[in-house]
């Protein structure tokens, strides 16, 4: 079969290859798979960000997709020829303290898919039966693609945060995981407005708009007076940091009310503020990493029902064997979420 894999240690360099159909273990699924979505994960592996130095390459990336089973190992037993399924990319040990305690999320020994091992942007993979997870025929295939980053928003609003009715929400960041959390907090009852930079003009803020939400470019706005209007000048009572730039936090704690949340989902590696305002406005400062089987769940059910409305976020203009053009668009922010047809690389 054919699979899309990062080759080498530099910018871009995902490239086609081909590999053997792999056979399940005892305790695994054969899951081939419908579609993949684009995450900002795979970005900063196409720009091969130093988190991702451990890669031993060539390694087949993705990580966010669907498919259906077509064979099960000896020892599964909760899954059967033809389900549909998706699957929780970290892959936890089951053993640790923090998997004993139901935090699968945070677990010390954990690998994950599309990273440490081959992913998802091949024509088949094989995973573990507890990674993986039923969705339902009320669901669209290419929407089941994204149950995971919906998964995300999902903990972070839901876990997370203190949204409730009628609380103020500032979501920053409008790519993929800020416009599912954003939608998830509307479903919460949250006032959101959602703010992007320059970069998210052309693409990302008009999406967000059309999802219904006020936006906020930071750079032109005046986020002051933005923050007057719509707040009456207290701030807000929850800001979520889904930028994943340094810039990101401290914008939060100029934009969060005192004695407000912020809740950061991106990881935005270093970054130098003052840390005592944070304690004089006794900020509660949340950070929300990945999801677990619940968060999966609920998010199944939101989608199910239509609170999130993935039709409006995806988009499947590019393919997987014309990948660089969906790379540099994500990156350039002229696009969201790349949703790819993976049964091309089964022709």
């Known amino acids: 079969m054919r699979a899309l894999a990062k080759t080498s240690r530099e910018y871009g360099a995902v490239e086609l290859v081909d590999r053997s159909r792999p ?18 994960s795979d970005a900063g592996i196409y720009k091969f960000k130093s988190a991702f130095e451990r890669m031993s390459l060539p ?3 993705g990580h966010e997709y669907t498919g259906r089973v077509v064979e099960v ?17 970290i892959r936890s040990c089951g053993s640790c303290y923090q998997c ?10 954990a690998v994950i898919t599309g990273v440490d091992h081959d992913g998802a942007y091949a024509g088949y993979i094989s995973v573990p039966e ?12 290419r929407h089941a693609s994204l149950v995971e980053p919906t998964s995300i928003g999902a903990r972070a609003v839901v876990h997370n945060s203190r949204v409730g009715a009628g609380d103020r929400v500032m979501v920053a960041g409008p790519g993929p995981i800020g416009l599912l959390t954003a939608q998830i907090a509307d479903a919460q009852g949250g006032d959101v407005v959602v703010a992007g930079v320059g970069n998210d003009v052309s693409y990302r803020l008009p999406l967000a708009e059309e999802l219904g939400f006020r936006t906020v470019n930071v750079e032109e706005d005046h986020l002051e007076a933005v923050r007057e209007e719509l707040t009456d000048g207290v701030g807000y009572d929850v800001v979520f940091d889904t930028t994943g730039h340094p810039s990101g936090l401290t914008m939060a704690v100029d934009e969060v009310r005192k004695g407000g949340q912020i809740v950061v989902v991106g990881q935005t590696g270093e970054t130098t503020m003052p840390y005592s305002p944070l304690v004089r406005s006794e900020l509660d400062l949340q950070c929300s990493y990945a999801s677990t ?10 989608i199910a029902t ?18 660089d053009e969906a790379f540099e668009a994500f990156l350039g922010g002229e696009t969201c979420k790349p949703v790819f047809d993976v049964s091309l690389l089964r022709e």
């Open 23 to 40: 056979e399940p273990a005892a305790d695994e699924a054969l899951i081939e798979v419908d579609y993949a979505g684009l995450c900002g």
């Open 59 to 61: 390694t087949v990336i």
């Open 100 to 109: 004993k305690i139901g935090e699968e999320n945070v677990c010390q020994d």
């Open 293 to 302: 089987y619940e968060d999966f769940d609920r998010s199944l059910r939101l």
């Open 306 to 323: 239509g609170d999130v409305d993935l039709e409006t976020v995806l988009d499947d203009r590019y393919s997987l064997l014309e990948v």
């Open 73 to 89: 190992g000896d020892d599964v037993a909760g899954l059967e020829l033809g389900d549909r399924v998706v699957e929780r990319p």
């Open 130 to 141: 507890s990674a993986l997870q039923r969705v339902g025929d009320d669901v669209d295939p």
